[in-house]
């Protein structure tokens, strides 16, 4: 009779510590708190560069409750009103250096500048730079982990109820110059880009051109050519309006230069309200790499028609440098150069130089591997590609036959 005693005892002391255990994680429930502007900063409509620092929005929102002692962390989320209600293509901005929780009141507050929300609007694949209707929320996301398995990720996560905001936001993709004959649609037309969103004024661009007569077409501030302004020829100069062209009589590559200022471009070259064009029949390879010497060493490369990149397959001296060169026949005029440092892995950037560099008749392209001696050589399958204005770039794989 003890030892039974003795044992409910002992089973029902057992007891609570039975039921803490198999209690579940709590469940955070979404709650839809909401998300509120601060009145004393409102949103501009239209962004503008010159305001970048500015702030462009004040967002105050009640903490969540998680329905247990935590501490959240928070994201806005940001969408586009009309193509993407669902915010399946939203971005997300992290409020980790951001967030500031008021004197611990239980509201929490963060600040958007215009330079951020108008490079968050930029990644939108619906983008466009007229008038936008965006969503904005904030997620919770509780700063704990669940030790259940039953108890999913997403369970742990809150969202407020969209604010939504009309805003016209600026591009930040450089702008596009097209050529085009009267008889050809300038959007489709082969293009010359800017050297930044910042400017308008200086386009360059490796183009191929067919016989005819070509002006210039310069998109509005959307990148839309239905009402572009035009730019004729006469004398050499760029006329606004002008009803003459450049005349291509022969068809091939020519690598161009435009100049919409008033005044000359010292970086460029080209002079006020002009152009430069270069044809060029072949893209070369030249240096101390190559063992080529100066402007009459170019090797020259083979057009891929059907890549539409520059190939050639060399030797290179390891640790020797190369330079590329486009070249017209025997004119050893140089209107291309690389820099930097070769690799095989991944693609390596060329650059144009500005007007009055020097260039290096060694090269200045740092062939793979260390320099030994002038036998010491790796073949490489080289590749260029100029078909995207200012983003230039080549590929080396080693050639083991």
Known sequence: MKYILKI??????????????????????????EVRQDAAY??????????????FAKLVWDETNNGMPSVSKYTVLISDHDADPNFTNAIEYNLDLGLVVVDGDGISNCTIKVSDINAILNRLPSFNCGVMNIDIRIKSKLGVSSTNSLVQPSAFLQYSKPLTLAVTAYSTKAPALALARDTDSPATSPKLVASSYLNN???????????????FYQPDSCNDYASATVYGISSGALVQDG???????TAGFYFIKVNLSATANADTGVGASSYSINPFTSIGIFGNATKATLFAGNNPMTYDST?????????LINGKKFSFRAVNGATTAAVLVGS???????PSTVTVPFAGVVVETTGTIKAPGDFVDNTTKTKYDIELDVNTPRKYTFTMTVNPN
């Open 42 to 55: 409102p949103s501009p409509s239209v962004l503008l560069h010159a305001n970048d620092n500015d702030v």
């Open 8 to 33: 409910t005892v002992f089973i029902f002391a057992l007891l609570p510590f039975i039921s803490c255990t198999n209690d579940k994680d709590p469940v955070v429930q979404n709650n839809a708190f």
């Open 201 to 215: 004024n200086d386009y360059e661009g490796f183009v191929y051109l067919e016989v005819g007569s070509y002006k």
């Open 243 to 249: 009803t003459n062209g450049y005349s291509v009589a």
């Open 307 to 315: 890549t539409k990149k520059w190939k050639i397959t060399w030797q």
């Open 340 to 346: 930097g440092t070769a690799s095989t892995t991944t």
